[in-house]
């Protein structure tokens, strides 16, 4: 007799066809044939919610066409794909995959992955391994030929050279100098002599005794300052035609000499050609410039806000006015244009109005 109850599914399963066929997991199990697993079986990779199979011939992947560990007897290609294992080839020879045979290895090389002088992957007694090629261990005075296979005589690759590698010689003999991986018999100009070889001098040096003790420019519009050479002289110095010497103090920058100020240390602000603690009557700092109040005024805070007038004007909202107008008065004490008294409309003090 058929009942029509619900059933519960089996542990992890959220969606069944019956007690034992799940058809969708929750989200900590994965869908595996039919049944919900903590974790997909070998050759198999969760995504969304199942176990799908890996690539042919993949014990782990990270997707199914990317195998991360082959089965065994199997190679990883590199490319997420596997296949046979062939490569058993002795040593000094590498797996052709073109040939399908053992090919030999480029003779310094005891083990190889290709036929090239950088296919080395290790090297030989007496070798040296560096960047895929086997060098063999030359004595002092000698390099390397990679060419011939042999050690070879420094002094008869390169002129005067003691030791060298390959491309260059590295240390000359006894009085000369390395220049560019070739010997000279001096240092040739905008380089000095330090320990057998010819170092730059600094930017636009023409003789020096260090890289950072210039004695001489590369011409008269450079300027020698301080042992280094420069276009331009720095900030509080000036060019007086030969070399750059201090400006005052309290300057930032000037020119030509040593008071004639263009612009200021902060807080001093510029006045004409010199930096003062605080702009005179008459004007006031804008930007660290002393710049002039407006028309009439002798002390303001900006060009619109005086709080001071010259003699015979009077201070109203930040202007000078020769008389003040109606419901004003003339202060003369204070130079300034002060309200009557209401209801007093106009008034010659404030104590004596004219109008109400």
Do not use: K, W
């Amino acid at each position: 007799m058929t009942t029509n109850n619900c059933q519960s599914c089996s542990s992890g399963c959220l969606t069944c066809s019956s007690a034992i066929l799940c058809t969708q997991c929750n989200t900590t199990t994965y869908l595996y044939m039919d049944y919900c697993l903590s974790s997909c079986p070998s050759g198999f990779v969760p995504i969304n919610g199942s176990c799908t199979a890996c690539g042919a011939n993949c014990f782990t992947c990270s997707s199914p066409t990317s195998c991360t560990l082959c089965n065994a007897g199997m190679t990883n290609n590199g490319d997420g794909t596997c296949s046979p294992t062939t490569n058993n080839c002795s040593t000094g020879y590498y797996y052709n995959s073109a040939t399908s045979n053992c090919s030999q290895c480029y003779p310094t090389c005891l083990t190889c992955s290709g036929p090239s002088v950088s296919n080395c992957l290790t090297c030989f007694s007496g070798y040296t391994f560096s960047n895929g090629i086997c060098t063999a261990d030359c004595n002092t005075g000698y390099f390397y030929n990679s060419t011939s296979g042999n050690c070879e005589l420094c002094s008869g690759a390169y002129n005067n050279c003691a030791t060298c590698n390959s491309t260059a010689c590295t240390q000359c003999s006894t009085n000369y100098s390395l220049v560019n991986g070739s010997c000279t018999m001096a240092c040739p100009s905008g380089t000095y002599l330090a320990s057998g070889q010819c170092l730059s001098c600094s930017a636009y040096c023409l003789t020096c005794t260090s890289s950072t003790h210039c004695t001489q420019c590369i011409n008269s519009s450079i300027i020698l300052y301080n042992s280094s050479c420069h276009t331009s002289c720095p900030t509080q110095t000036y060019n007086n035609g030969t070399t750059c010497l201090p400006c005052t103090q309290t300057c930032l920058t000037c020119t030509n000499s040593a008071t004639n100020c263009s612009s200021c240390v902060t807080p001093y602000s510029l006045y004409g050609s010199s930096c003062v603690a605080s702009c005179p009557n008459g004007t006031y700092s804008s930007n660290y410039i002393c710049t002039n109040c407006s028309t009439n005024c002798l002390l303001c805070t900006s060009a619109t806000s005086c709080t001071s007038c010259a003699n015979g004007f009077y201070e109203l909202n930040g202007t000078c006015r020769s008389s003040c107008p109606t419901g004003y008065y003339t202060d003369s004490a204070s130079n300034r244009c002060l309200a009557c008294v209401s209801p007093c409309t106009q008034c010659v003090s404030r104590t004596n109005c004219s109008a109400c």
